[in-house]
């Protein structure tokens, strides 16, 4: 079992910055990718940011330039720095985890997401 525990999100007035973190635990022999994906209410879930285990990224193209994903690998750690953060970047925010456990199966793990409000 892996669980992914999500932290970071809450309301911040637009033009401010948050940081968001994801940690996975459990039963896990190797990370992949991590990635950020949104959800606002009446949209389709689209992907924020993603980076390898080599560290290369891909971001969504609305937040280019403004969010920062990163990871820290000895933590099983993922984190998304948003800054310059505007009314459209609200959303549920989730982290989502590619990896092999110990029996050798590789698995897709969701965290249970984590509010973004941005005020004008």
């Known amino acids: 079992q892996v669980q992914l525990v999500e932290s970071g999100g809450g309301l911040v007035q637009f033009g401010g910055s948050l940081r968001l973190s994801c940690a996975a635990s459990g039963s896990i022999f190797s990370i992949w990718s991590m990635s950020w994906y949104r959800q606002a209410p009446g949209k389709e879930r689209e992907l924020v940011a993603a980076?390898?285990?080599?560290?290369?990224?891909n971001y969504g193209d609305s937040v280019k330039g403004r969010f920062t994903v990163s990871r820290d690998n000895a933590k099983n750690t993922v984190y998304l720095q948003m800054n310059s953060l505007k009314a459209e970047d609200t959303a549920v925010y989730y982290c989502?985890?590619?990896?092999?456990?110990?029996?050798?199966?590789?698995?897709?793990?969701w965290g249970q997401g984590t509010q973004v409000t941005v005020s004008s």
């Open positions: 989502s985890v590619d990896l092999t456990d110990y029996t050798g199966y590789e698995y897709y793990y």
């Open positions: 980076i390898t285990s080599g560290g290369s990224t």
